[in-house]
């Protein structure tokens, strides 16, 4: 790949794992749908020429980046067969911003996230409460998403600069 937005549109069809018109790339990439579109080409001639598991495909619902049909048989092996694709990213998504508000989540990863949470409220591997400070709900994962994906502990993602973390420090010490 050689544009900035080619490689701006892979990550926009990577981050949203959905099918996305070219309007909606355009709205995402902040530019106009012809340059979409020449993006698009050269993202499809990129896939094609390179030995990679991946590729960008034209369905009905819009373009999309996903795994090439020979490796089908491998997800069902690497990921649980009750979940897909769109509801393992999302569980991620929660996994790595425990606990994430729903309308947070929702912008993070669109609108799926109101089929995937209740599937993922029901397998057990996410806890959802009505969220105190809004009217949104809060998620978090249970400690059967930590048993069953064998995580001990995910990265936590830091909200504070390290600046603001020190600051806060100096004012609970008092120095």
Not at 130 to 157: C, G, M
Request: charge should be negative; hydrophobic fraction near 40%; aromatic fraction near 6%.
């Amino acid at each position: 790949m050689t544009t900035a937005t080619a490689t701006t549109i892979e990550a926009i069809l990577y981050l949203k794992g959905k099918p996305l018109s070219l309007g909606e790339i355009a709205e995402y990439a902040a530019c106009d749908r012809a340059t979409v579109e020449e993006g698009i080409i050269e993202l499809m001639d990129s896939y094609a020429r390179r030995d990679s598991a991946l590729e960008v495909i034209e369905t009905p619902a819009g373009y999309s980046l996903q795994l090439r049909p020979d490796f089908h048989d491998l997800v069902q092996t690497l990921i649980p067969v009750e979940l897909g694709l769109g509801a393992l990213r999302t569980l991620a998504a929660i996994a790595l911003n425990s606990p994430i508000r729903q309308s947070d989540l929702i912008n993070l990863r669109g609108s799926g996230v109101y089929q995937h949470v209740p599937e993922l409220v029901e397998l057990g591997f996410v806890r959802k409460r009505r969220d105190q400070e809004s009217r949104s709900y809060s998620l978090q994962v249970t400690s059967k998403f930590h048993q069953y994906f064998q995580i001990e502990q995910l990265p936590q993602i830091l909200e504070n600069s390290p600046k603001e973390q020190q600051l806060e420090l100096e004012l609970e010490t008092g120095e």
